[in-house]
């Protein structure tokens, strides 16, 4: 195998491209569809500060490292999520690439500094932890960005995380959610500016971008994450993908380039029911209660879980989750 | 050859000669989920894989 640019032994194949690359044309490939999503979606400002949300996994660290390599000023927003082990193990691949780069990292603390953690709220509000977990994540992205002056959040969703959240946004056609389910969400009602910059990108070409780079991330799966339906789409669009490679890119900027802007009317729509939340002041679509008072989403889930006994990350496992956990630790 | 899976982390042990293509097939992983890598770098599709490697098989789908 040969790369398509060089001629140099590739490393990758990419079947969607129809093209195999060495590490220097990938990092090429990788960087031009970077710039691309930027441009198209008009993402950025080349003076804007940037807060990059990082997990400690592939797509955050990548996406950190591009933009600072196209010389993007950027801050790294890491949340200690108290999901065990794995919470420990995320955090210091996040501290060891921004000190690596010397780039500034904010670190914000679930239990520490909210009071709990997401296997906790999760019990306390009968929420699934994935979804306790996204919303706690977006409450902070938004409130630090607000208070830091940030003029955008980024975030690492990748090709097949969109594809797959599509997937599951047409199955129940909740047109709502597709109306939002773009790569740029302009600032409004007190939200930041959100971007998603590697939505031109599928994971494995992320994982190989950290790999080739020499970034070490975590691997590991969560453990909240195991059987979650996420999972289950991102598995079916990639057996589709095997036969019929591009499938993926196809479905999900088709579907921004012919689908969204049908949709449009109805996200400005939803840009004007916004409330201010009693507690934190935060905008929130929650609808106001009898009392006249509107409290948001995070606020009424933080109320429930700070009130209950920290519930272990074992205990929200599943049965096979937890039976691979044991064998793992027997080694 | 040595064989590193993960999620969970195991190690399994193949006799023989194989491209990286054919070992995934042979173990049912998907080839848009997973890379190969040998000594810390990616070894493509149609690579060939030998007796005394040691790879690893790294899934790249996340669940988040």
Redesign the interface.
Known sequence: MKCRTCRNPAIIDLPRHNANFCAEHLQQLCRRQVEKAIHDHRMFEPTDHLLVAVSGGKDSLAVWDILHELGYRTTGLYIALGIGEYSHESQTFAEDFAARRGLPLVIESLRDDHGFDVPTAARATGRVPCSACGMSKRHIFDRVARDGGYDAVVTGHNLDDEAAVLFGNALRWDVEYLARQLPLLPARGGFPRKAKPLVRLTERETAAWCIVRGIDYIVDECPMAAGNKHLAYKQALNLIEEESPGAKASYYLGFLERMAPLLSGLSAQQADELASCARCGSPTGAETATDGSTVCAFCRLSEKARGHEPVPVEMLMSKSARRAAAKEARG | MRVLL?????EITIDGRRRVHALLNELGL??????V?RN????????ELNDDDEIEI???????
Do not use: C, K, M
């Open positions: 993960r999620n969970p982390r195991r998907s080839r848009e989920a997973h890379l890598i810390g770098e990616l070894v493509p599709g149609d690579g790294r899934p790249v789908i996340s669940g988040g």
